[in-house]
């Protein structure tokens, strides 16, 4: 008896220890401003940012707890260089959600605030698509995602509507896994903090992206692109301020 015990709770433990996953997360932001009410016509901005980070997953009732830690982050290029010191300060943030049974990422909290960490914080919301009971290929659904912003420089609240379907199994950086191809629409509004004063935002764009999901669920890569159409309005500027922004952003495992 003792013997049989001794079995179903290592069971259990096995079932219940973390799974841990290691990504690099790099993303290439251009922007375009135009200038021309300034007389200036149109500047470009082209800024990557390349992020590492360790999310463990845990298994429990109803879904499975989620941590991650920002190992490390590099970033080149802009216009106007991020200090290092805040970059630095961004390094060790941990993050701390649950997905449902969905896998539709909750209650994300992280262990403080900094300008680079809540950047990175809407990055880890996408890594997460929802998936329902029971779907299978060729299977469609729509989830929607809000990303909202605020730092020392900006107070955005960010919506994207994304329509998923699920294709088949194939294979993808070694490993067999389920293809989600994505279609969004995305929307962002609120406030910026720039030389000349505080600016309001309004804007959006389409987007599409494809995700890589193990049978366990476990996100093992993708890429998406989205490109959103802006117009920043300054008081002390003669006229609204168009902005275009392209990001695109490309997920792979850190292999041991």
């Given at each position: ?43 470009v901005e ?24 920002l190992d ?61 009971r029971g ?122």
């Amino acid at each position: 008896m003792f013997a049989r015990f001794a079995l179903a709770t290592a069971a259990v433990a096995a079932a219940s220890a973390p799974v841990t996953m290691r990504y690099k997360i790099e993303q290439k932001i251009e922007s375009k401003v135009d200038l021309s009410e300034f007389g200036q016509g149109e500047q470009v901005e082209n800024q990557t940012l390349t992020w590492h980070v360790t999310i463990s997953y845990t298994d429990s009732a109803g879904g499975r707890v989620v941590h991650a830690v920002l190992d490390s982050l590099r970033m080149e290029g802009g216009m106007i260089p991020v200090p290092q010191p805040s970059i630095d300060s961004a390094k060790g943030t941990t993050y701390h959600g649950f997905l449902d049974g969905e896998w539709r990422l909750k209650s994300l909290t992280s262990s403080k605030s900094t300008l680079l960490g809540s950047q990175f914080e809407n990055a880890l919301r996408l890594l997460h698509p929802s998936i329902p009971r029971g779907a299978k290929a060729g299977a469609s659904w729509t989830d929607t995602l809000d990303t909202p912003t605020k730092n020392t420089q900006a107070d955005l609240k960010a919506r994207a509507v994304r329509t998923i379907t699920m294709g088949g199994t194939e294979s993808f950086q070694g490993s067999q896994a389920t293809r989600l191809d994505v279609a969004m629409v995305s929307s962002v509004s609120g406030t910026l903090e720039t030389p000349g004063g505080q600016a309001q935002m309004k804007g959006g764009g389409p987007g599409t992206a494809t995700y890589y999901i193990t049978a366990d669920g476990h996100f093992v890569g993708g890429n998406s692109s989205s490109k959103t159409d802006a117009l920043v309005t300054i008081a002390t500027a003669p006229g609204p301020i168009p902005v275009k922004t392209t990001t695109t952003t490309t997920v792979s495992v850190i292999k041991p």
